[in-house]
């Protein structure tokens, strides 16, 4: 009897961590269907997931300088408190943020790979909070200048 109470404490928490992810991209959506709805380009599909508290989410993300990059970010709750940054292929931070969700502006300087990083610091859950991101991008506009006769 023990263990059947022990699955259905696991089974629980996968249901309440899947509800917090599926809640997130519901959130995310709202904002992808428009953005889309008016032309704008969203790079693959969104991403999502789960966290905890303390926990660090590291995605590589592919970016091309050639581009500029917004990255749309949405958790699960308006009451969870999350740092998010972008590292470039360097290592330096480009950009951050915080909150419960946030756009994040990307003009790389190189193509490479860069790290979309998130910190969880509060939960509205105590010991999770669920995320979704989407990525978009649009060329980006020359910056030469015409040659001087």
Same mark, same amino acid.
């Given at each position: 009897m023990h263990s059947n109470m022990v699955l259905l404490l696991v089974l629980a928490a996968a249901a309440l961590s899947s509800g917090m992810e599926e809640t997130a991209l519901d959130r995310l959506q709202l904002t992808t269907d428009r953005l889309i709805a008016v032309g704008e380009d969203? *790079? =693959? !599909?969104p991403i999502s997931g789960t966290m905890g508290p303390g @926990?660090? *989410?590291d995605v590589a993300v592919a970016l091309d300088s050639a581009y500029s990059y917004h990255i749309y970010i949405w958790t699960n709750s308006m009451f969870n408190l999350v740092d998010f940054w972008v590292r470039d292929p360097s290592g330096e931070v480009t950009e951050m943020a915080e909150g419960d969700r946030t756009t994040l502006s990307l003009y790389p300087d190189t193509t490479g790979e860069y790290r979309l990083m998130m910190t969880l610091h509060q939960a !509205? !859950?105590? @010991?999770?909070? =669920?995320?979704?991101?989407a990525l978009f991008h649009r060329p980006r506009m020359s910056t030469a200048t015409p040659e001087a006769d």
């Open positions: 969203m *790079v =693959g !599909e @926990d660090t *989410v !509205e !859950e105590a @010991d999770s909070a =669920g995320y979704a991101a």
